[in-house]
């Protein structure tokens, strides 16, 4: 199977305030994006999954990343 490289959008719901995030990540389907950023938000910022909220998730070509960590896994 071939990887892809998605750029994720969303915000980060906390008791107080709201974050909005962008993330870059290689994954073969999306739903692997969501387990991903749920498991990193949740152990990281102690979020529930509700708590976290995807806006946008969407296909980049590799001309397309900006995040030298998933440039240097290309």
Known sequence: ????I???KGKLLDVDKTKKFTRELKAIKVEDVQ????SE???KHRLNR???VF???TEISADEV?????????
């Open 50 to 52: 509700d708590q976290i």
């Open 1 to 4: 199977m071939k990887t892809k």
């Open 35 to 38: 387990e991903k950023l749920y």
């Open 55 to 57: 806006d946008e998730i």
């Open 66 to 74: 900006t995040d030298p960590i998933v440039q240097s896994l290309l």
């Open 6 to 8: 998605f750029r994720v």
């Open 41 to 43: 938000f949740g152990s």
